[in-house]
């Protein structure tokens, strides 16, 4: 992927002063939402975004650049298969089932 | 501080929404033809809107000062029924001819189908013989990455030079490979489903300014007919240049636009 290093013309501080507010909120929604499944009522067992989000969490702390493509990536369809036709289908979901090793 | 919105569907929006994106420094809109949130049962009713793009809208843009320009297409999710969706292109040839017309868009895909795939080939081969600019759709969500890869290996097939199509509603798992092979790369600023302009200025920092332009594709669903003016506040407020800003909402989508002859913002 491409090197961004020091491509935001911000330097750590001004980036934390201007954002962290707002995206410790955003994470606090995650957080509620994550409460609010397990909290819901019924034994379904997880489905395959709830297993999806849970490994895009994991892509937030690794330390490593490109975190949204990665993401993005990570909930993409890569599949080959062209079906005929949209019949049937219903909207897009957000994200895929995860396959061997799309967690790591 | 001036801007030209290259996606919004302003049919779908108010007049009072022209007005509040004239006051916030918008010159020009261009509007592909795309889905009305829901399917049209004939081809009459695709003739209507062609008119309605062609005829009434660049008047009620023009009362609040704003230039219209439209892309003509039968947009991919109510092109997968291959024999309606031919009807409908049937009917493109002769509003071509109108001056506020661009070029065909937004043709792509949306679920990835087979039926969708052939009708993006007739519509590309439509902008082929006519010499026309091509604007494209992506799909969306997780159909994003499979489908745009879809997309730019049908059109790289053809003879259209790359740099006469801009490829929509990149994010940041496309829009290096929509650079990298040649096309244009539109950032559409949405509230849920695509990007924030703080993630649309991002993009600007990492993959440079040059072919990518940005646009509010608003239309009749949750989205923001000032996103263009707010990104430009995002990028103010980190301090980066007037020059920067003015290249990538005003004079990259002029750039592009351009190509087209009909293409002419007014000076004020």
């Known amino acids: 992927m491409k090197d961004v290093t020091e491509t935001?013309?911000?330097?750590?501080?001004?980036?934390?002063?201007?954002?962290?507010?707002?995206?410790?909120a955003r994470l606090l929604d995650v957080a509620a939402f994550l409460?609010?499944?397990?909290?819901?009522?019924?034994?379904e067992s997880p489905d395959f975004r709830e297993q999806a989000l849970y490994s895009a969490i994991g892509?937030?702390?690794?330390?490593?650049?490109?975190r949204t493509a990665r993401i993005l990536a990570l909930l993409s369809d890569c599949t080959?298969?062209?079906?005929?036709?949209?019949?049937?289908?219903?909207?897009?979901?957000?994200?895929?089932?995860?396959?061997?090793?799309?967690?790591? | 501080m001036k801007y030209i919105d290259p996606h919004i569907h302003m049919v779908s929006r108010t007049t009072d929404d022209y007005q509040r994106m004239a006051l916030a420094g918008c010159v020009a809109v261009t509007e592909p033809a795309f889905w009305a949130g829901f399917d049209r049962s004939s081809a009459q009713g695709f003739?209507?809107?062609?008119?309605?793009?062609?005829?009434?809208?660049?008047?009620?843009?023009a009362q609040a000062g704003i230039q219209h320009f439209t892309w003509l297409c039968i947009n991919p999710k109510e092109a997968d029924d291959p024999a309606f969706a031919r009807d409908?292109?049937?009917?493109?040839?002769?509003?071509?001819?109108?001056?506020?017309?661009?070029?065909?868009?937004?043709i792509g895909l949306?679920?990835?189908?087979?039926?969708?795939?052939?009708?993006?080939?007739?519509?590309?081969?439509?902008?082929?013989?006519?010499?026309?600019?091509?604007?494209?759709?992506?799909?969306?969500?997780?159909d994003k990455r499979k489908g745009t890869r879809l997309i730019m290996d049908a059109l790289q097939a053809s003879s259209i030079d790359p740099g006469r199509i801009l490829i929509d509603h990149v994010e940041e798992h496309t829009v290096g490979e929509v650079l990298d092979r040649g096309f244009w790369a539109g950032m559409t600023l949405y509230p849920d489903t695509k990007m924030t302009p703080q993630r649309a200025a991002d993009v600007i920092e990492m993959y440079g300014s040059e072919r990518i332009w940005m646009n509010s594709a608003g239309d009749w669903g949750c989205s923001d007919p000032l996103a263009v003016p707010k990104a430009q506040q995002e990028m103010r407020r980190r301090g980066h240049t007037t020059?920067?800003?003015?290249?990538?909402?005003?004079?990259?989508?002029?750039?592009?636009?351009?190509?087209?002859?009909?293409f002419h913002v007014a000076e004020t």
Request: aromatic residues 6%.
């Open chain 1, 8 to 24: 935001c013309p911000l330097n750590r501080g001004q980036v934390m002063a201007m954002y962290f507010l707002e995206h410790r």
């Open chain 1, 35 to 43: 409460d609010r499944l397990d909290r819901s009522c019924g034994q």
């Open chain 1, 59 to 66: 892509l937030l702390s690794d330390g490593q650049p490109h």
């Open chain 1, 80 to 104: 080959d298969e062209l079906p005929q036709s949209a019949e049937g289908m219903k909207g897009a979901l957000g994200a895929v089932p995860l396959t061997e090793g799309d967690s790591e």
């Open chain 2, 47 to 61: 003739f209507d809107y062609f008119r309605q793009l062609t005829e009434y809208e660049p008047r009620r843009a």
């Open chain 2, 88 to 106: 409908v292109i049937a009917l493109i040839p002769e509003f071509l001819k109108c001056e506020t017309v661009l070029g065909i868009g937004e």
């Open chain 2, 110 to 142: 949306n679920k990835n189908t087979r039926n969708e795939q052939i009708i993006l080939e007739e519509q590309i081969a439509l902008a082929e013989t006519h010499n026309q600019l091509v604007l494209v759709h992506t799909p969306h969500l997780e």
């Open chain 2, 243 to 262: 020059q920067l800003i003015d290249q990538v909402t005003y004079s990259n989508p002029q750039k592009f636009l351009s190509q087209s002859p009909r």
